[in-house]
Each structure stands twice: as structure tokens, then as C-alpha cells.
């Protein structure tokens, strides 16, 4: 038996859990497949920024984000001779603060909220592929019981950097890579570091950043292109790379978890093709610097939500090309703007090194520099 639903959502990260959200609010009908057995249990992401709590709040579902995450009110920039502190309070939003929640829990309170409103996600649903038909998509899923077939009349790829979908549509997916890897890992960390404050420190080694995710949980992320780094991060290690990076006082009591990743910087050329949509990081994946991508693919969930669920209730299709016109753009110039963050921050040439540490946190300080970065990092309105 082939089963039909309206929107065919592949990907149970923050951005595929959102869009069903949205659409299931504008009393729309959606599946969503998820190839993971369960829900992830670590992830990357961490920060909610203002403008997309502002879209959970209209939502209707902003309060178990708000009651979850640790606020954080200002980012402090230190070098070896400076040190600059940057205050959220200038966003022009109720949530002018920056919301650290990782997103395991982000996904795991939008899964939570669409159990309530009757969807569930099917773990451990693999896309095999899929063609258009003249009624819109059918797709060919593995699950646990065999093969089955579903129609949809619009499939969304929400399914990350790596998409099935985007690759089964042929849509190139242009960028490349920086070089080395990062690292990222939870720790705890007994600190004289206020839980409010995140951390940015420039050193001649890369850059070292550490997030409160809570009174003594920290967010530590090393970004050092010029060298090799563990896989994993022993305590030991991570101790020793806060002290090189001029964490004074910190002491790293224990490791959570810890991984090593690839940065890339790449943008799909196009997010419609027919019936087969594209939203998150299988339109765009960048820098984690300035903590945008969870948030820009929430934000593409969104939108696409709205001129989706309107086509669907009987407006022309072409409405759906606002939703590229509209959020392409805003992909390219996020990534356009964390590559230039990335570079000012990683250059290894040893003159602009200098003058980043002696003159980068002045500069920063100045509003005429730092609030319009902030306003763009906020993705408010």
C-alpha cells in the first residue's frame, strides 16, 4: 500500500521538527522521516538568537525554550594585550539576550511539542530515493518493517549537509572546506567566569571559545587550522588548551563529550526544484562562528512553512518561489559574512595576527563597528 500525505518532511533535525511544527499549526498535514534510530543525544549547535526566539514565540511554543536555556548578556573578546566586552542589551528585541540551549534539546522539546499536536517523527526511516509524478512526489523509504512507497505533494529536505534529497535532485551544493578540523566539547569547568558571559580568546595557537550552558557546564570549541587535533579531548588536553589560550583560573573538574569536525562553507545553487524543497543545512552550512546555522535553517522552516501551507490551501504555486527568493539571499550572506569573521579571526600571517591582537577587541568595543555585526548575528528583524 502507498501511502499519501501532503508534505513528505526527510530529517528530524531542529529545521524538519520546526517545519512540521509550522505547517501542522496552519492546519496542514506532514510526515516527517528520520534515518537516525533515535533522537541524537550530542550536537554542535548551541545558541537560540533573539529573532529566533521571536519566531518561537509567535508560535505560540517560546516558553519551555526560555525556561530551558541558560541567557547569556555579553561576549567577552580577549587577546594576549587586549580585551573587549560586547552587551546583547542593544538588541532591539524582548529577548535581547543570547539563548544557550544545546540542540539535542532544542529538537527534543519540538519533537515534545509535536507529540502534543499528534505527529511523530519515524525514527530509523531511511530515504532510498524519489521521482516527481504528476500529483507531486513519490518517495521510496526503508523502515524497520521493509520497503514502503509514499506520495507526497511536496517533499522538504531538511536533511543536513549530506542531503539525499538535494543530491537525488542534482542540485549543486557549491563551497569548499577550511583546512584542518575543529574541535568541540562539554566540560565541566569550575571557573570565576560568570554563567551570563561567553568567552572569545585569540591567541597565536587559533581561537578558543567557551559558552556557559549553565552554572558549571561550559561549551568549549578550539579552532586551530595549523595543527592536528585529537579526535577526542582528554581533560588534561582541555585544560592545558585553556591555560595556552589565557583562561586564568579556569579548572576543567571533567569531560563530557567531545568531537572533532570539518568547517565547510558551502550554499546550494537553489532550494526548489519542482516539488522538492530545501531548508538548513541542506541549503547552507558555514562557520560555527557567530552560531548562526541552527537558527538560519529554523528560520528557513519558517518561511517555507508559510508559503507552503498557502499552496497548499489553494494559492497559485508560484508562491513558492518567494520562499528561494527570499531566504537564498540571506543563506549567501551568512555565509559570506562568517567566511570574513572566520579569516579576520584564523589568518596565520604573522603581521595581521599581531594587529588583530593588539587593535581587534578596540576596534570591536566601538559601536559604529560591533552593533550593526550584533543586529545581523541577532537575526532580528
Known amino acids: 500500500m502507498i501511502e499519501s500525505v501532503e508534505t513528505l518532511i526527510v530529517g528530524a533535525g531542529p529545521t524538519g521538527l520546526f517545519l512540521a511544527s509550522e505547517l501542522t499549526r496552519r492546519g496542514r498535514q506532514c ?39 541558560n541567557r547569556v548578556d555579553c561576549v567577552r573578546f580577549v587577546t594576549p594585550r587586549r580585551e573587549a566586552l560586547i552587551s546583547f542589551a542593544q538588541i532591539r528585541s524582548r529577548y535581547n539576550y543570547v ?60 536533511d543536513g549537509i549530506h542531503s539525499t534529497v538535494r543530491e537525488t535532485a542534482r542540485i549543486a551544493f557549491k563551497g569548499d572546506a577550511y583546512p584542518g578540523v575543529a ?56 585544560q592545558q588548551r585553556l591555560r595556552d589560550a589565557g583562561y586564568a583560573g579556569c579548572a576543567v573538574v571533567r569531560t563530557q563529550w567531545s568531537n572533532t569536525f570539518r568547517v565547510h562553507r558551502r550554499v546550494a545553487e537553489r532550494m526548489r526544484r519542482g516539488r522538492v524543497l530545501l531548508a538548513g543545512d541542506a541549503v547552507h552550512t558555514h562557520s560555527p562562528v557567530g552560531g548562526q546555522g541552527m537558527n538560519v535553517g529554523l528560520h528557513d522552516a519558517s518561511n517555507l512553512a508559510e508559503h507552503l501551507a498557502q499552496v497548499l490551501g489553494g494559492a497559485p504555486e508560484r508562491l513558492l518561489d518567494r520562499y528561494e527568493a527570499q531566504r537564498l539571499p540571506v543563506a549567501r550572506a551568512v555565509v559570506r559574512r562568517t567566511d570574513v569573521l572566520t579569516r579576520a579571526l ?20 566601538f559601536p559604529a563597528i560591533h552593533r550593526p555585526l550584533v543586529r545581523a548575528l541577532s537575526l532580528t528583524a
Not at 55 to 66: H, S, T, V
Not at 112 to 125: E, F, I, K, P, S
Not at 190 to 196: C, E, F, L
Not at 210 to 231: Q, S, T
Open 31 to 69: 510526515a516527517i522521516v528520520e534515518r537516525n534510530t533515535a533522537a541524537a543525544r550530542h550536537s554542535k549547535a548551541l545558541a537560540l538568537m533573539p529573532g529566533t526566539m521571536e519566531l518561537f514565540e509567535r508560535a505560540g511554543i517560546e516558553a519551555p525554550f526560555r525556561n530551558a536555556a
Open 183 to 238: 574541535l568541540l566539547a562539554d566540560a565541566y569547568v569550575d571557573t570565576p567566569i560568570a554563567a551570563n558571559e561567553a568567552r572569545v580568546h585569540l591567541f597565536g595557537g587559533g581561537v578558543v571559545t567557551m559558552f556557559p550552558m549553565g552554572e558549571k557546564v561550559r561549551r568549549i570549541v578550539v579552532i586551530a587550522p595549523r595543527e592536528v587535533l585529537p579526535e577526542s579531548a582528554s581533560t588534561q588536553w582541555l
Open 99 to 158: 539563548s544557550i540551549l544545546p540542540q539535542w534539546k532544542t529538537q527534543a522539546l519540538l519533537e515534545q511539542h509535536l507529540r502534543h499536536v499528534g505527529v511523530r517523527v519515524r525514527y530509523a526511516h531511511r530515504l532510498l530515493t524519489f521521482h516527481e509524478i504528476a500529483s507531486g512526489v513519490e518517495a521510496v523509504v526503508e523502515t524497520p518493517e521493509g520497503v514502503q512507497r509514499m506520495r507526497a505533494r511536496y517533499l522538504a529536505g531538511c
Open 346 to 365: 584564523l589568518h596565520p600571517n604573522p603581521i595581521l595576527r599581531a594587529t588583530r591582537e593588539r587593535f581587534g577587541p578596540r576596534l570591536a568595543a
